[in-house]
Every structure is written in structure tokens, then in C-alpha cells.
């Protein structure tokens, strides 16, 4: 038990060196490049359901003015 112990806290110490060496504009990039967490979780279909769902309620709660007339 005492080993996997050890080998636990060499882990998460070679994990923080590096992070802690990695340069921060790095970091920054990396996590904008990440796929949201809906799809990591639950795939392609649901956040494409998701998606869709959201670009229907945004389109429909969007009121154009009707263009003035040219009557004078």
C-alpha cells in the first residue's frame, strides 16, 4: 500500500513541474482549444441536438422592424 502511495505523490509531482514549467501563453492556448465539455462527455449527437436547439431559440426570439415605406 505504502508504494502506491509513493508512486501517487511522484505522479502529481512530475504533473505540477510541468505546469509550472510550461509557459503560460501555452497553457492559455491549450485550454482554447478544447472541445466543450458536453461533447467529451456525451458525444456528437446530443451537442449537435444542443446546437440546433440553441440557433432555433436565438433566430426566433430575434424581431425584425418592417422596412419604411417609400409612400410620401
Known amino acids: 500500500m505504502a508504494k502506491k502511495g509513493e ?4 505522479y502529481i509531482t512530475e504533473q505540477v513541474v510541468v505546469y509550472m514549467e510550461t509557459p503560460k ?3 492559455k492556448q491549450h485550454r482554447q482549444t478544447r472541445e466543450p465539455w458536453v ?3 456525451f458525444g456528437y449527437l446530443p451537442y449537435s441536438i444542443l446546437k440546433w ?3 432555433t ?3 426566433s426570439h ?4 418592417a422596412p419604411p415605406s417609400s409612400k410620401s
Open 57 to 59: 431559440f436565438k433566430v
Open 39 to 41: 461533447l467529451k462527455w
Open 53 to 55: 436547439v440553441q440557433g
Open 25 to 27: 501563453d501555452v497553457r
Open 62 to 65: 430575434v424581431h425584425e422592424e
Open 7 to 10: 508512486e501517487l505523490v511522484k
